[in-house]
């Protein structure tokens, strides 16, 4: 794990088709944008604590 991460080939396309849909965004667009973009970051945050939990079974046990 010395070796720094890279972005596959389709993840740089991604990105520069992401870059040039940003760039054409207005700065309220990119603001908003921005703000929703980190709520569904942090959803996803939640979700994999979540999904953690439950497999190692450290979370609250599902009511069956």
């Not at 991460?5 to 849909?21: A, C, D, H, I, V």
């Not at 309220?28 to 604590?49: D, G, H, I, T, W």
Request: hydrophobic share 40%; aromatic share 10%; glycine share 4%.
């Amino acid at each position: 794990m010395n070796e720094p991460m890279q972005l596959s080939l389709e993840q740089q396309f991604n990105l520069r088709s992401f870059e040039t849909q940003v760039n054409k965004m207005s700065r309220e667009q990119a603001q908003q944008f921005l703000v929703k973009m980190y709520e569904q970051m942090m959803m996803r945050e939640s979700m994999y604590k979540s999904f953690l939990k439950h497999e190692w079974g450290i979370g609250p046990n599902p009511l069956i």
